[in-house]
């Protein structure tokens, strides 16, 4: 399998201080790929850099074939993206924010409909498609969010910490639902997580950065022994250190960014 992420000698720096410094690696199509670190090791940083949020001051990137700094639509339409934070209008139904996302996609409606209806079904919210997202669970609102991202037909789908504040049978649901969709689409999923044992038990490959540099890539099983650890957590600590960190720089707001993200 070909690479559908490829990120060499990427840079970024705010005010003089450096949030990426020289990160490489890759990701193969179609593989469940894990992009950890801890707060304010670059990840947010490099997501919206991969995403066409922000644009490098060196490097290169390509995505599916296409480069964001000089073909951001085509990337654009290239993957999906589930913030960490919600994202969906819990004053519409699921419907309608399926509605809302395949206009602004300008999907035409036949095929709007049926793709909605074929998502929802495999989420296992096709019977609650007309009830107003304000009365779904926390699993429930991440599901719509999850089909939401992939009605464009995306080669990459993105998940920003998509299991945070889930209880540990929702988060199994939620990733039984992302694996299935994985295999049956064929869809590459590049997620970040501070649930080790979610990335040990669902990744197929990851990479670990701490102050803007890759530290580690590979397996889970393979960045274990390399430490000389018995769980992916240990390997984590002792890969990136015990201290407490900073958060990155405050996000760009939710609706911003999915302006940015939606505008052509």
């Known amino acids: 399998m070909g690479k559908i992420i490829e990120v060499k000698g990427l840079c970024k ?3 003089g201080i450096k949030a990426v410094n020289d990160v490489s690696f890759s990701v193969t199509k179609g593989e469940i790929f894990a992009f950890l ?20 001051d060196s490097g290169k990137i390509v995505m599916n074939s296409f480069n964001p700094a000089s073909e951001p639509n085509l990337v654009r339409k290239s993957f999906g993206i589930v913030f960490q934070d919600p994202s969906i209008d819990d004053e519409l139904t699921a419907m309608e924010n399926m509605e809302y996302h395949g206009i602004m996609y300008s999907i035409q409606k036949k095929t709007r409909r049926a793709r909605t209806e074929e998502l929802l079904r495999m989420v296992e919210l096709w019977d609650r498609k007309d009830d107003l997202v304000k009365h779904f669970s926390g699993g429930m609102k991440r599901r719509l969010e999850i089909a939401r991202g992939l009605l464009h037909h995306p080669k990459i789908l993105f998940l920003d910490e998509p299991t945070t504040g889930l ?16 295999k049956k689409e064929r869809i590459t999923v590049f997620f970040t997580t501070h649930y080790m044992e979610e990335a040990e038990q669902v990744a197929n490959n990851l990479a670990v950065i701490d102050h803007g540099k890759i530290v580690a890539k590979g397996t889970a099983d393979g960045l274990k022994r390399k430490t000389k650890s018995g769980s992916l957590e240990k390997a984590f600590i002792k890969l990136t250190g015990r201290d407490i960190r900073a958060e990155e720089a405050k996000p760009i707001d939710n609706l911003r960014m999915r302006a940015r993200v939606w505008r052509r």
Not at 37 to 56: D, H, R, V
Request: net charge positive.
């Open 37 to 56: 670190g801890p707060n304010g090791a670059g990840k947010s940083t490099t997501i919206k850099m991969l995403t066409t949020l922000l644009k490098p």
């Open 167 to 182: 209880d540990p049978q929702t988060r199994n649901h939620i990733w039984e639902h992302i694996k299935k969709l994985n």
């Open 13 to 15: 720096s705010f005010d």
